[in-house]
């Protein structure tokens, strides 16, 4: 295998293989690189569904789509982005069946579509509770059909841009060890998002943000970085998603003093009211006292043990797992946790940064159809059109640009940098510096934020910068060395970190996910209907603004 | 830092590869874990805290990504799914391995790269036959779909193919995950290749050469029974007369029985009406025959406890008029209604 490609995925979630698939279907030479097996990626862990407005289960059209999405964005969105992906969306939803996705089937035998949060009418499409599993499998068989190249266990580490242009990137090879660069004409990330940033997640180890932090690295914008969702009922401690299908079922949520607080937030809506909102009133609840633990307790018990076996069975097994709660007979802890990152890599509508040749899609980017707050099933959806979308304007870019080359001193310097890693005896592991990144992220760049909180986790952030000068690998082999990948997945964690910081405080307004109640409680569309943007300029963080692309829909009220 | 709750004290021996050495060792280790910790969470503290170079593979830690496949005790198992307090509690101090039949690259870390080829050679993706898509969604029955839906939840783990019997003698059989692969689109409406996948599937190393152990099924972590999948493709073999294979024509048995009773063989009941433990001491015996014989596991014909019992399966199978691996579908279905 020659390492000189026309198009190269790094990752290999839903965005990743769907570029890649789109790539080879325009005839490039495409290869995947993945830091783990394609079907490993967390985009597998997705339960609820993908939105299309398919009308199956009622009257709907993408324009209704596209406006649910604007508002759920809390205007932030930019709407030309939200038109799109809401008008390919049920195309690329139809694909996906016609290439073996098992989708749940109405009575009529066509997709099953379920009513999700803050949507007009039912457009999530699902497989059961198991959506995201089924979409991964199904890619990854496309993808072994085309026989498409993957660089499995490949930890790509550093792009590489000569001229200009992005020509490749350098990878750890985990398996057999040492570095190695991979040329490309094109390079696309689709990496992910990085909710391990926070110490509770409902994302997987491997969600660092490695492709933003590489991004950031090469002067690319990292947009929005401040909008982190954080998903109401994770389970305590360890951030495990506990389905939105469990308020559907009538679950109630308690305070310590076993009350259904949601009675003084969203009296109407109560347990079904929108994320963020339950997220804002759990997180008032523990704050003032009145959690358990620092969490609330979701009970199920009055749904009676068969409805729990037979309805919730999966969230059953996690509560037990994962809680040692039985929810039969106990209510499950949960709490606030990070859940989605709406910023990401700045992109236009074909998943193109500011660099040539350099794109960007999934999780990892932000377009941005999400704004401020993302609809439940609106993720894997643009990670299927906008996968799609930039699979295929990469391989039109790479035949018009002349062959790529990453240089071998390019190589080689990354060869020392990681060497002086591995060399290091003395210092720190990795963990402590891991560990408390995420507790005080999460305890300072949370659901709420103030200014002198976030500007304190600013300097956090680069003591711990400076712990990590001296932090040790203690594998020092080249066979499955996960011990120095994770080490440099903690820098990327770092960097990122630092990037919310300026923007977080600099939008001195509460909007979607960056809810300021003690200092900014109001949304300001005079001055925030902009994007903040984050570059690095020698080696210093810089906030620019971009206007938000508005082609149909003036700020509104976001009530439901 | 890795969250509150009381702490718990957990002893463990692992079984370290270094391959640079070439040396395997197992190693007793000792660590202060929260409560709630799995034994994925255990090794985390043990390569964050202990030693470093301790190589396993984890992502997801909720039981869907499949990177966690070890062993424990000798049996497969997924990390982040196995609670450490009842282990601990229990005063087990328990011993972990890599999964087995697949080659160990470090420490717990295995080479699924036969893995993988295997479920390549099984053509794992939908061919509908069309030269044209439909505009929409092809139109299909919830109940048409049923018959792949525990197919579909294979993570790809290989916890079953660690421990698969026939693999052991036979590398090259398809195994319990390929084959569970194989049936996934086999029973799907919408795959136009049936035919040709069983003819593929019924050579050598394929269907007739499982043992039928069950350990697969006893040890997938997902409840994705690939036996039955087999079970399922070998009714659907056999309906389409696909007998060609000499292992199939070796199979009178097999065929005598699904000619008589349609797909419901006692045989394939064994385990769900005898319980577990009885029919792997059955399996160890008909295996030893197998070998000797190299016949399929001669299962005694009637062996179901409750002979009332298969009857009346029987009964509301065939009122449901299904055949083949639908049948086998709703079977399990009905025997669900009757255990409850
Ligand atoms: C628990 C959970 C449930 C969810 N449920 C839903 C839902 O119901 N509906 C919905 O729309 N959205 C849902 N989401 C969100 C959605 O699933 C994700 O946003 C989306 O799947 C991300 O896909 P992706 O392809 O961008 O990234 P991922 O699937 O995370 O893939 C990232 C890929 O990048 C690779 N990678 C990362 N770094 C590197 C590196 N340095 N080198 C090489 N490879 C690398 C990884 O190996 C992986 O292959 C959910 C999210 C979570 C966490
Ligand atoms: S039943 Fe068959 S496939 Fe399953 S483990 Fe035993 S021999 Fe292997
Ligand atoms: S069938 Fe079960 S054990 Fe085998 S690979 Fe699939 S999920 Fe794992
Ligand atoms: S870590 Fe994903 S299945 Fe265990």
Known sequence: ????????????????????????????????????????????????????????????????????????????????????????????????????????????????????????????????????????????????????????????????????????????????????????????????????????????????????????????????????????????????????????????????????????????????????????????????????????????????????????????????????????????????????????????????????????????????????????????????????????????????????????????????????????????????????LAQTMHENFGVFRQEEQMLEQGRIIERLRERYQRVVVDDKGSTFNNDLTQALELEFLIDLAACMIPAGVGRTESRGAHARPYDYPDRDDENFMRHTMVTKQDGELKLDWAPVRVTKWPPGERTY | MRGKGAELQVKLRIQRFDPAVGDRRLVPYDVEVPEWATLLDVLDIVKDTVDGSLSFRKSCRMMICGSCGMRMDGRAILACRERMKPIVNAGHVPTISPMGNMPIIKDLVVDMGPFWQKIRQMKPWLDPGLAESPEKENLHSQAAMEPIQKEALCVMCGCCVSECNSMESDPEFLGPAALAKGFRLVGDPRDAKGIERLEGYSGEHGIWDCTRCYFCNERCPKGVDPRDAIAKLGAEAIGQGIDRDPGARHANWFVHSAKTTGWLRETELVPKTQGLVETIKQTKFALSLARRGKVPTPFPPHVAKDVNESRSLYDIVKKQGRSGAAGIVQGEKALRKLEH
């Open chain 1, 1 to 436: 295998m020659s390492k000189v490609h026309d198009v190269l995925v790094i990752g290999a979630g839903c965005a990743g293989m769907r570029a890649a698939i789109a790539a080879f279907d325009q005839g490039a030479d495409v290869a995947l690189v993945s830091k783990i097996h394609p079907v490993r990626s967390h985009s597998g862990a997705a339960e609820g569904g993908i939105n299309a407005a398919l009308g199956n289960a009622s009257e709907d059209d993408p324009e209704q789509h596209a406006f649910d999405t604007v508002k759920g964005s809390d205007w932030l969105g930019d709407q030309d982005a939200i038109e799109v992906l809401c008008t390919d969306a049920a195309a690329d939803v139809y694909e996906l069946e016609h290439w073996g996705a098992v989708f749940s089937r109405d009575e009529s035998g066509r997709i099953a579509q379920r009513p999700f949060g803050a949507a007009g009418a039912p457009r999530t499409a699902y497989a059961a509770d198991i959506t995201g599993h089924v979409l991964i499998h199904v890619l990854y068989e496309q993808v072994m059909k085309r026989g498409i190249f993957t660089y499995e266990e490949y930890f790509a580490w550093r792009l590489v841009v000569e001229e200009g242009r992005c020509v490749g990137v350098i990878c750890w090879d985990l398996l057999n060890g040492g570095v190695q660069a991979i040329s490309s004409k094109t390079v696309i990330l689709a990496t992910g998002g990085a909710g391990r940033l926070y110490v509770g997640t409902t994302n997987a180890y491997s969600c660092t943000g490695d492709g933003m932090a590489m991004a950031l690295q090469v002067g690319v914008a990292l947009k929005d970085m401040e909008m982190m969702q954080f998903h109401p009922t994770t389970l305590s401690p360890t951030g495990v998603l506990i389905t939105e299908g469990c308020r559907g079922e009538g679950a109630y949520l308690l305070n310590s003093e076993s009350e259904r607080f949601l009675k003084d937030y969203a009296p109407k809506a109560m347990e079904l009211a929108s994320r963020d909102v339950i997220s804002r009133a759990e997180q008032t609840e523990i704050d003032q006292g009145r959690g358990i633990d620092g969490d609330v307790l979701l009970d199920l018990r009055h749904l009676g043990g068969d409805r729990i076996r037979e309805r919730l069975h999966g969230t059953r097994e996690l509560s037990m797992v994962f809680a040692g709660v039985d929810p039969i007979d106990d209510p499950i802890p949960v709490r606030p946790g990070a859940h989605y990152h709406m910023g990401g890599v700045d992109t236009d509508l074909w998943g193109l940064t500011s660099v040539e040749g350099l794109y960007a899609a999934g999780e990892a980017a932000c377009v941005s159809a999400h704004g401020a707050n993302r609809l439940g099933g609106n993720a894997l959806m643009e990670t299927i059109t906008y996968g799609r979308r930039s699979g295929k304007a990469a391989s039109d870019a790479a035949r018009e640009l002349p062959a790529a080359e990453v240089s071998e001193a390019a190589r080689a310097d990354a060869g020392v940098q990681i060497k002086a890693l591995l060399d290091r005896s003395d210092g720190e592991r990795p963990h402590g510096i891991r560990d408390e």
